[in-house]
């Protein structure tokens, strides 16, 4: 992109230097050139980052590959390892446990979604779960890890994947890439912002030095705080807490012990849920609640008991609000990251939908007098991204059969968004999905989580009810055979990593 006519844009200034401030200023960088577009991220030491965002979603594989990284030199440098799905631990029930892959439940046949088919299998095989048809669940359930194979013949092709990385070093492997591209970087803490008087334009920010940073367009990437478009430009909150109650999180590493895990594990407890997050020289935890129900001293306690080894420091509290802004995109000034809101990270979200508002941006760069339709179709796309993220969020809590705590009974008896109403009575009918306008998740992650938390269709699609019995049995065995065989010949995750992107940072312990 090289655009030079007279109202193009010529400046433009980040400011925050969080993973949502080094995504955007590596992912400009490597579309613009220094001397067409002049990029400056403001961040400051003093201020910090969250520090914490450690699980992601295949997406971000497609984000690193935009920019040309090697994954390699990007698991050593942050410590990676592979998600293959996230475990869910007394979510529907207490004492039940399900696996949400990331990849395809066994294949779909005559144009008929594979469900439909188990749901018949399962009529005479009572015991039988749909993970045991998704590779990427049996390669996590005995530690194996495999690159997915691009030949759709191969079983190995229905294998997807996501990282667990340090965010922190994230950040600061994109900062080198970003300035190795021409990012200025400038030090120093935002004090005031400066708005044109007419057009409510943001002209400039102002740092505690002293010093003045102009620019035609602001990213604001300053985190919770939101200092431009909330703070400065007025932009309201949509809060979604009463769907989604946690507010608060106690998050602590802690020594890895046992098999390197190719899996996030999320545990539901009495008043929110613990997230187990595994690194190549750690384990990050993280205990998510809502202070309405639970005191901090309960929930660091919880949080405690249950890491698999000691605890690398004291726990830090987290408070957080859960909606997004009004608008993402107001005047000269475009939040992303946390500025722009938060749903929390059961899903592991967060990234993902930074990485959609850098790219929605680029699909949609402006000129520098930011005409009102380019803004509007902007804030539409995505407030549509986080709806549909909530939704899928809140179905986890909406689809408890849990009475055990006044948090469960608040989620299984609230009322959810028409939208979610209207997928879950479908699935229920005959269990059906439907993925509506580039939706993010995909059939098989609604269907993981719905049958996962006992949401049980009432009948199956009537082509597969008038198929024979013993046809779809001896097929589905084979499916899952192939499978099992497949994943048997996997190496762990761990010996896989270790050829691969070691960081060698410590000595694992197993
Ligand atoms: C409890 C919790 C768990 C999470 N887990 C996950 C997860 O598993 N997966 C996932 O994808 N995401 C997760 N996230 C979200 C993830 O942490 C964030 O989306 C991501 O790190 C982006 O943060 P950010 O860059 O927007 O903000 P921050 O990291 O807060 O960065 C803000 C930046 O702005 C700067 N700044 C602020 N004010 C000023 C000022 N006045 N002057 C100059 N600079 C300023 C700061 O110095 C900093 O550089 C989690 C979040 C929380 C709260």
Redesign the pocket.
């Known amino acids: 992109m090289s655009d030079t006519a007279p109202n193009s844009i010529k400046n433009i200034v980040i400011?925050?230097?969080?993973?949502?401030?080094w995504m955007t200023a590596a992912a400009l960088s490597s579309l613009v050139s220094p001397n067409a577009i002049q990029i400056t991220l403001?961040?400051?030491?003093q201020?910090?980052?969250?520090?914490?965002?450690?699980?992601?979603i295949p997406d971000v594989i497609n984000f690193n590959t935009m920019l040309g990284i090697s994954e390699q030199d990007f698991l050593r440098a942050t410590n990676g390892t592979f998600k293959l799905g996230i475990e869910f631990v007394n979510w529907g029930k207490l004492g039940e446990t399900y696996f949400h892959p990331f990849g395809t439940h066994g294949v779909d046949m005559q144009g008929i979604d594979f469900h439909q088919f188990w749901m018949r299998y399962r009529a005479s095989n009572q015991d039988s779960v749909i993970e045991d048809f998704s590779l990427s669940a049996l390669a996590a359930k005995t530690h194996k890890f495999a690159i997915p194979s691009n030949d759709p013949r191969s079983v190995l092709s229905q294998l997807r994947y996501a990282y667990h990385f340090d965010?922190t070093a994230y950040?600061r492997f994109l900062r080198d890439y970003a300035e190795q591209r021409g990012v200025k970087r400038v030090e120093?803490?935002?004090?005031s912002v400066g708005v044109n008087g007419e057009n409510g334009f943001i002209e400039r920010v102002s740092?505690d030095c002293g010093e003045d940073v102009s620019g035609d367009l602001f990213f604001d990437?300053?985190?919770?705080?939101a200092?431009l478009l909330g703070q400065t430009l007025d932009i309201d909150f949509t809060d979604w807490s009463h769907w989604l109650p946690c507010d608060t999180?106690q998050?602590v590493a802690c020594e890895r012990s046992g098999p390197l895990l190719p899996y996030t594990k999320s545990t539901a407890k009495k008043a929110g849920w613990q997230?187990r997050?595994p690194t190549q020289s750690r384990t990050g935890n993280?205990h998510?609640y809502s202070s309405q129900m639970m005191g901090d001293d309960e929930a660091i306690d919880s949080l405690i008991r249950d890491l698999d080894g000691p605890a690398l420091g004291a726990p830090r509290k987290?408070k957080?609000r859960t909606g997004h802004r009004t608008k993402f995109w107001e005047k000269n000034c475009i939040a992303?990251?946390?500025?722009s809101g938060?749903l929390?990270?059961l899903e592991?979200?967060?990234?993902?939908l930074?990485q959609e508002g850098i790219s929605k941006f680029i699909s949609l760069f402006p000129s520098a007098d930011m005409p009102a339709s380019v803004q509007a179709e902007y804030n539409r796309q995505l407030g549509q991204k986080f709806e549909q993220v909530r939704d899928f969020l809140i179905l986890h809590y909406k689809a408890t059969e849990r009475d055990d705590s006044p948090f469960w009974d608040y989620c299984r008896t609230m009322a959810i968004p028409d939208s979610l109403t209207q997928k879950i009575e479908l699935f229920r009918e005959a269990g059906r999905i439907f993925r509506y306008e580039d939706e993010l998740f995909s059939k098989p992650s609604w269907i993981a989580v719905m049958l996962g938390q006992n949401i049980q269709p009432r009948s199956v699609d009537p082509i597969v009810g008038g198929l024979n019995d013993q046809e779809i049995i001896k097929s589905l065995n084979s499916m899952k055979a192939a499978m099992l065989g497949a994943a048997a010949k996997m190496p762990t995750h761990e010996t896989f990593l270790k050829n691969y992107g070691w960081a060698g940072a410590s000595t694992p312990t197993s």
């Open positions: 400011v925050g230097g969080g993973s949502a401030g403001i961040e400051s030491d201020i910090g980052t969250i520090g914490v965002g450690e699980a992601t965010a950040a120093g803490k935002v004090v740092l990437c300053s985190g919770f705080r200092l999180a998050t997230w997050i993280g998510i987290i957080f992303i990251g946390l500025s938060f929390e990270p592991s979200t967060s990234l993902y930074i």
